[in-house]
C-alpha cells in the first residue's frame, strides 16, 4: 500500500515540474511585448529619467524609449538579462532598412547593438526615426546648451 502511494506522488510531482516548465517556456518567448516589464528594467537603470513613450519592435526584442527631455533610450534582451542604455545626442545614426516597416541603427557608443529593428507598422517606424532625428538636432542647438545647467565638478 505504501508503494503505491509514493508513486502518486512521484507522478503528481513529475507532472508539476512538466507544466511548470511548459508556462516557463512560454514566458521566455514574450521578450519585451510586456511595456510594464520594459517601463520597470528601464527606470531601474535611470532611475532619474522620465518616460514619456515606448516602441516595441515587432519581434518584442528590443524596445526604443522617448523621454521627457526629447533624449531617447534603447533596450533590447538578451536571453537572461536586458541590455539599457541612453543614446546620446548625435550617437546615433538611422536610416530605412528597406522594407518600409524597419531602421537600421548604428549606435556609435554600443556598436554591439547595431542592427535592423522592424516595427508592426510604418507609422511606428517613423516615429522612432523622429525621436532619433530629434536626439539628433538637440546636440546642435546652441539654445540647448545655453539653457542646461552647468555640470558641477
Not at 81 to 87: E, K
Request: aromatic letters at 10%; charged letters at 20%; a neutral charge.
Amino acid at each position: 500500500m505504501g508503494i503505491i502511494v509514493w508513486c502518486i506522488l512521484f507522478a503528481i510531482v513529475v507532472f508539476f515540474a512538466f507544466f511548470a516548465t511548459r508556462m516557463a517556456s512560454q514566458n521566455k518567448e514574450d521578450g519585451l511585448h510586456d511595456t510594464g516589464l520594459a517601463i520597470l528594467e528601464f527606470g531601474r537603470a535611470f532611475p532619474t529619467e522620465a518616460i514619456r513613450q515606448l516602441q516595441t519592435t515587432a519581434n518584442g526584442q528590443a524596445v526604443f524609449v522617448r523621454l521627457h527631455d526629447d533624449k531617447a533610450g534603447f533596450m533590447r534582451s538578451l536571453r537572461n538579462h536586458f541590455a539599457v542604455h541612453l543614446i546620446e545626442p548625435g550617437r546615433a545614426r538611422a536610416k530605412d532598412s528597406g522594407t518600409g516597416r524597419g531602421l537600421t541603427v548604428d549606435f556609435l557608443d554600443a556598436p554591439h547593438h547595431n542592427g535592423t529593428f522592424e516595427f508592426a507598422t510604418p507609422a511606428d517606424a517613423a516615429e522612432v526615426s523622429l525621436w532619433l532625428l530629434g536626439n539628433y538636432v538637440a546636440s546642435d542647438d546652441p539654445k540647448s546648451s545655453a539653457t542646461k545647467p552647468a555640470a558641477k565638478a
